[in-house]
């Protein structure tokens, strides 16, 4: 598979440290993103753990696991946590200040992602053959359209290291809510304003969710209840790939 290109404006290169940049010329500097091409951004600096800016988040790491649409532990997840940007990981904790108050906690699935787990899941799509999670993921789409109906992208917002995928865990019952769809299925049930067939209370469960994390300077994605994106993200521009393990952000 050839090596895919990565770009942002140069305005961002002062703020990212073990950044390898290759310029372009002027005449290619009139398409926004085409400024500057970044081959690689493998520096966690100004990132985080998700444990130590939200003791109270409970981890449970899709894609160190095998339960997920893969089926297999994914590429550049060396350990089961979370990291991210210090500024979503302050977001997040102030997020989950406000769960708290309201009788949850936040569950969290994924956070920052490395291009290599994007790229990953890029090798999966191309294997057709692949379809030991269709029931559980994918049961309406056959596995030749996810990348053109965008489930699966060669960049994923994630790599950028201020967006997260979480839940909502009732402190009261001590169980996750009901969101009437699991986390990372493709397809329209997974919309947030889906509400076909949903109940009263899932439906109310996504807009709590959607309620907390609006109301603390996230942005929701319009095609999946569990995915946020920081307001003002601090590295719009920005794909980044080294690995998840807390010795990245240890000091």
């Known amino acids: ?65 095998t339960y997920n649409f893969v089926g297999d532990r994914i590429n550049g997840y060396e350990e089961p946590c979370a990291l991210i940007t210090r500024e979503a990981g302050e977001a997040l904790r102030a997020a989950s200040e406000d769960a708290k108050k309201r009788g949850y906690r936040l569950k969290i699935y994924d956070a920052y992602r490395p291009q290599t787990a994007v790229n990953n899941f890029i090798e999966w799509v191309e294997d057709v053959d692949d379809t ?10 056959d596995k030749s359209v996810l990348f053109d109906q965008g489930y699966i992208a060669e960049k994923s917002g994630h790599s950028r290291g201020s967006t997260v995928d979480l839940t909502l865990f009732d402190m009261s019952t001590g169980k996750e809510v009901d969101m009437g769809g699991v986390f990372d299925y493709f397809g ?40 946020f994106t920081l307001e003002n993200e601090p590295y719009p521009d920005v794909y980044f790939d080294f690995p998840v393990n807390e010795d990245q952000v240890s000091e």
């Open 188 to 227: 329209e049930l997974s919309h947030p304003d889906y509400t076909d067939g949903l109940t009263e209370e899932q439906i109310n469960n996504r807009n709590i969710l959607r309620d907390i994390m609006v109301e603390n300077n996230f942005k929701p994605l319009d095609t999946e209840w569990w995915h």
């Open 132 to 141: 030991r999670m269709k029931d559980y993921f994918y049961p309406e789409l």
């Open 1 to 65: 598979m050839k090596k895919r290109i990565i770009c942002f404006f140069i305005a961002d290169c002062a703020a990212v440290s073990g950044v390898i940049f290759t310029a372009c010329s002027a005449e290619n500097a009139g398409a926004a993103e085409d400024s500057v091409e970044v081959i690689s951004a493998d520096s966690a600096e100004g990132f985080v753990s998700v444990s130590e800016a939200v003791p109270d988040a409970i981890l449970e790491i899709r894609y160190y696991s």
